[in-house]
């Protein structure tokens, strides 16, 4: 069974630092990855996905990833957050080949302070 | 090009009520997904449509919760009747395809549900 383990319910930055968001994954098989931005009472955006491509993976907003399979990692990155950023972050994994729902994490709220 | 569309936004009921939740998908995406988002938690699969045929409600409680999507386009989630632990966001997501590369799901605003 895949899943992910995203470290830090709460994360807090200052306008400017860099972002780094943690995700952790499990799976018997080559997984797809993915981040996703949920902004107060919206929906989930996608950021990015990894799909065995590049394993540093450029998304929207200025958001990367970068994909370690010897660590099981997906970090979240931003060199330099801003007020915009304040959302809550998912990271959700589904194994490749064929249909395969995706699983995704607890969550992770970033709190970013002027 | 208009995005994922539901109603209500949100929905206060006493338990023991039915309930229905309304999902418009994006034109032309033959898969359509419900999940459930409780509290503090990630959003958890309850049914997944390809056009208008249900082939993943594993995780649906069928004893309470029905899915229909008519002609492979809308789609309505109905609870009945609600208990308390139902309380949750309700999100529609909809993509191109499924099991595919491209297979980004694209999310609905919610409904949040409140049982009383």
């Known amino acids: 069974a895949q899943s992910v383990t995203q470290l830090g319910s709460h994360v807090s930055v200052s306008e400017g630092a860099l972002v780094l968001l943690r995700c952790n994954y499990s799976s018997s098989v080559p997984p797809y990855l993915f981040w996703y931005v949920q902004y107060p009472n919206q929906g989930l955006q996608l950021l990015l996905k990894y799909t065995s491509a590049a394993t540093l993976v450029k998304g929207i907003n200025g958001f990367e990833a970068e994909f370690k399979k010897s660590e099981t990692s997906f970090h979240l990155t931003k060199p330099s957050a801003h007020m915009s950023d304040a959302a809550e972050y998912f990271c959700a994994v589904r194994i490749s080949g064929g249909y395969q729902k995706v699983t995704f994490g607890t969550g992770t709220k970033l709190q970013v302070i002027p | 090009e208009a995005g994922v569309v539901q109603s209500p936004r949100y929905k206060i009921i006493e338990k023991k009520q039915p309930v229905a939740f309304w999902c418009n998908p994006i034109s032309g995406h033959n898969t359509l997904y419900w999940y459930r988002q409780n509290l503090g938690q990630g959003p958890e699969l309850l049914i997944r449509y390809e056009n208008e045929e249900a082939v993943d409600d594993s995780q649906l409680p069928k004893d309470r919760f029905s899915a229909e999507r008519l002609k492979g386009v809308d789609s309505t989630l109905k609870i009945q009747p609600a208990e308390l632990g139902d309380s949750a966001v309700y999100l529609c997501?909809?993509?191109?395809?499924?099991?595919?590369?491209?297979?980004?799901?694209?999310f609905g605003p919610g409904t949040r549900l409140t049982v009383l």
């Open positions: 997501a909809s993509s191109p395809a499924s099991g595919s590369v491209a297979d980004t799901q694209y």
